[in-house]
């Protein structure tokens, strides 16, 4: 039931791919809490390691949101902190008082229905074998395409895909500059102080619509460049064709990244301003303290 939640050296494997290489901070090392949680994986047990998880999780937030591991390293806590709740939910499930539902009959096949929908499955599965084979061809006939064939198919997903990936960071970048206007609107509202729990739940919801385009940005920009150094590692020649390309596009990619981030701590500082004119409102303190600014 708790089949999900790390053990010591597995948190400290995923911190350091997430890009952290030492502790967060003195205060709660989570390596520690999670070797502790091992010996005792019972629903007590795992409520305390919530709650570590939870003071992790706002030192996180207040004191390392400009680090370039935050986001991923953020993602590993959420991660974690399901986990532990749906193994809190199977150690201790909820009594049913509902009468059992009665299942419908079980259809049988024939011989032939079956025989169609093996024949669909396998058709779908030899379409996608051929668009893969599709997308790994230089039907362009790119001369930076590496020769071996592992650095090849990745090259090419990268290259062919680029595309459809700057578009996306292009679409992106509109849609928060349109949030940013929303937020400026929410600071200049006529009824910002004689209604604040509604301007506290939009500025909540603002937030939470900047947290999911952040990480969902910063994600596409870290796989490109990790799947590009896997090019890297299958090549012999850092200084190859192939690699000055990928850091071309990379270099392109990072120029559509860079103003999205901007304008998403742009729009923190706005929400910050709005929230601090509530005084020592709960809610609004709690926002404060997950926006990072």
């Known amino acids: 039931m708790f089949d999900g939640v790390f053990d010591d050296k597995q948190w400290k494997l995923a911190r350091d791919k997430a890009g952290l290489k030492t502790g967060l901070t003195e205060k709660v090392s989570m390596g520690d809490e999670f070797k502790r949680f091992q010996k005792d994986k019972t629903a007590d047990a795992a409520r305390v390691l919530l709650k570590k998880i939870g003071l992790y999780e706002k030192q996180l ?13 953020l993602k590993v806590v959420h991660d974690q902190k399901t986990a532990i709740e749906a193994g809190i939910e199977a150690a201790e499930p909820p009594v049913d008082t509902k009468p059992p539902v009665e299942k ?10 079956i025989k169609k929908i093996v024949d669909d499955v396998m058709g779908d599965v030899d379409k996608q074998r051929d668009e893969d084979a599709r997308m790994y061809e230089n039907t362009n006939n790119d001369p930076n395409v590496p020769q071996r064939y592992e650095a090849r198919m990745v090259y090419m997903k990268l290259t062919k895909g680029f595309k459809a990936l700057e578009e996306k960071f292009k679409s992106d970048r509109v849609a928060m500059t349109e949030l ?28 939470e619509t900047l947290d999911k385009m952040e990480l969902k940005s910063s994600e596409l920009h870290m796989d490109f460049r990790t799947e590009a150094n896997v090019v890297k590692a299958k090549e012999d020649n850092n200084a190859s064709p192939a690699h000055k390309e990928l ?12 103003p999205i981030a901007d304008t998403n701590h742009q729009c923190r500082v706005v929400l910050k301003k709005v929230l601090q004119t509530f005084g020592g409102n709960p809610k609004a303190q709690e926002i404060l303290g997950r926006l990072g600014v």
């Open 180 to 207: 940013l206007k929303k937020c400026q609107a929410l600071e200049t509202h006529p009824q910002l102080k004689t209604k604040p729990d509604i301007a506290i739940n939009v500025a909540q919801k603002l937030l």
């Open 61 to 73: 937030k207040e004191k390392h949101a400009k680090e370039k591991y935050y986001t991923k390293l």
């Open 104 to 113: 419908p009959p079980v259809k049988v096949r024939s011989d032939s229905e």
């Open 247 to 258: 850091d071309r596009l990379f270099a392109l990619l990072t120029q559509e990244r860079n």
